[in-house]
């Protein structure tokens, strides 16, 4: 057949594609930059079309490639709003121009990709505006399916990378007791659903929950998921009074990129579960349970990805703290008349000094402070390393017997010149945390 997915390059829609090529049906993605598409694609030959969803709000705008389509698969989503991406526009106003264009143009079969919550009790605007959408295309004489994924995981998802990095923790916090309700369901079983769904017959309920075999709290789900990454600890809780979660919630409604706000807090404590005989029904066996979600085989790998995502954060801080703590010091903290010593016998001219104590001072600083910038930061470990390669050679030359202080205070280098190679490695991205 020849199908057309939107939201084709996420995480749902490359997985849908994917499995359909290798299929042998022929895929078109309905995708903003085609060529950029097709540049960072790795999984085949798909063809591309070229739409911007925040402007493809009239049918017109999708009938033109519509022609000789047998299916469409409307896989786009986002989790939180940003500038000109509201709920509204991606999620009710272009997918309802696109079912009205599968319409008059007579796609055989039209399987919206929803979310479970987006019912009468639904109440956030991520909810709303997919229910919103999922109306429209029931009202229109297509046939159709409306599929309602519960909290989706698998390996370069953002469920995954989340409730992950929130599993392997020393130490786990959790919203109150941790007692809202989870049904996550996994990628390659959410995947064969939309394969049936799009070969066989369509239910006569149209809207079916995508979930797990079974209820869980988000404590059982998180130590669940942690046995399954294979971490023999057990897990420790820390429950977080509701006061202080939605105040983290509000802080982080303001930062870009962060998962957690105001509506992704309300939306997990009125729970995420559904009767999963549907799901069970249409894959003609029970559906993946948590403990499943992870090979054993894949496990050391999933661990050391997730683990990584919050190991790196400590040692840059903790780099970082070194740099500004040292610079702090340096400008006057530790007595300058000692400091000028110890600058004599490296050997720097007394009219260098000062320039040099306060100039090495103050790169540190630099150094320390650009370690916490987003960017450029393979940069600033190579010049780290370099500096710190440079004050060990001229201490070893003039002052060797620092070499042999209690402190160790050169001997230390070896170990910060390790970790700067370590977080230098995985900056320049030689390392993929996501896998």
């Known amino acids: 057949m020849n199908i057309l997915i939107t939201g084709g390059t996420?995480?749902?829609?490359?997985?849908?594609?994917?499995?359909?090529?290798?299929?042998?049906?022929?895929?078109?993605?309905?995708?903003?930059?085609?060529?950029?598409?097709?540049?960072?694609?790795?999984?085949?030959?798909?063809?591309?079309?070229?739409?911007?969803?925040?402007?493809?709000?009239?049918?017109?705008?999708?009938?033109?490639m519509l022609g000789?389509?047998?299916?469409?698969?409307?896989?786009?989503?986002?989790?939180?709003?940003?500038?000109?991406?509201?709920?509204?526009?991606?999620?009710?106003?272009?997918?309802?121009?696109?079912?009205?264009?599968?319409?008059?143009?007579?796609?055989?079969?039209?399987?919206?990709?929803?979310?479970?919550?987006?019912?009468?009790?639904?109440?956030?605007?991520?909810?709303?505006?997919?229910?919103?959408?999922?109306?429209?295309?029931?009202?229109?004489?297509?046939?159709a399916a409306i599929v309602q994924p519960s909290l989706v995981y698998g390996a370069g998802g953002t469920s995954a990378r989340l409730f992950g990095v929130l599993a392997s923790l020393?130490?786990?916090?959790?919203?109150?007791?941790?007692?809202?309700?989870?049904?996550?369901?996994?990628?390659?079983?959410?995947?064969?659903?939309?394969?049936?769904?799009?070969?066989?017959?369509?239910?006569?309920?149209?809207?079916?929950?995508?979930?797990?075999?079974?209820?869980?709290?988000?404590?059982?789900?998180?130590?669940?998921?942690?046995?399954?990454?294979?971490?023999?600890?057990?897990?420790?809780?820390?429950p977080v009074p509701d006061v202080l979660t939605d105040s983290a919630a509000k802080v982080a409604s303001m930062l870009p990129g962060a998962l957690l706000d105001v509506e992704t807090l309300a939306m997990l404590r009125r729970g995420n579960t559904a009767d999963p005989s549907m799901m069970r029904r249409l894959l003609g066996r029970e559906p993946r349970g948590v403990e499943d979600f992870i090979p054993r085989r894949e496990a050391g790998a999933a661990r050391l990805g997730v683990q990584l995502q919050w190991l790196l954060p400590v040692l840059r801080a903790s780099l970082a703290f070194v740099w500004i703590l040292t610079g702090i010091v340096s400008l006057g903290v530790f007595p300058v008349a000692e400091s000028h010593a110890?600058?004599?016998?490296?050997?720097?001219?007394?009219?260098?000094?000062?320039?040099?104590?306060?100039?090495a001072a103050l790169?540190?600083?630099?150094?320390?402070?650009?370690?916490?910038?987003?960017?450029?930061?393979?940069?600033?470990?190579?010049?780290?390393?370099?500096?710190i390669l440079a004050y060990t050679a001229i201490i070893s030359w003039r002052l060797p017997e620092f070499w042999l202080h209690p402190y160790g205070p050169v001997s230390k280098n070896l170990p910060m010149l390790a970790a700067i190679w370590l977080l230098y490695e995985l900056e320049s991205h030689r390392w993929n945390t996501n896998t």
């Open 342 to 359: 110890l600058l004599a016998r490296a050997g720097v001219p007394e009219a260098l000094r000062s320039a040099a104590l306060y100039g």
């Open 10 to 64: 996420g995480f749902l829609g490359s997985h849908f594609a994917t499995r359909f090529a290798r299929e042998g049906h022929r895929l078109t993605l309905a995708v903003r930059d085609p060529a950029s598409a097709r540049t960072r694609s790795t999984a085949g030959a798909f063809d591309y079309a070229a739409i911007d969803f925040r402007r493809a709000t009239r049918s017109a705008d999708w009938l033109p």
């Open 170 to 238: 020393p130490l786990i916090p959790l919203p109150g007791r941790g007692d809202q309700r989870v049904q996550p369901v996994h990628i390659d079983d959410l995947v064969e659903l939309v394969v049936r769904l799009v070969d066989g017959e369509l239910p006569d309920n149209p809207r079916i929950a995508a979930v797990g075999p079974h209820a869980l709290t988000l404590r059982e789900f998180l130590a669940a998921l942690r046995q399954a990454l294979g971490i023999a600890r057990p897990p420790h809780f820390i």
């Open 68 to 143: 000789g389509i047998d299916v469409v698969i409307n896989a786009v989503g986002i989790l939180r709003e940003s500038g000109g991406q509201t709920f509204d526009l991606l999620h009710r106003q272009a997918p309802a121009a696109l079912f009205s264009a599968c319409a008059q143009a007579g796609v055989k079969r039209v399987i919206q990709i929803s979310a479970l919550g987006a019912d009468e009790h639904a109440q956030s605007g991520y909810h709303l505006s997919k229910r919103a959408a999922d109306e429209v295309l029931l009202g229109l004489p297509v046939a």
């Open 363 to 387: 790169l540190d600083l630099a150094l320390g402070v650009l370690m916490l910038a987003g960017r450029g930061r393979a940069a600033v470990l190579v010049v780290q390393a370099g500096l």
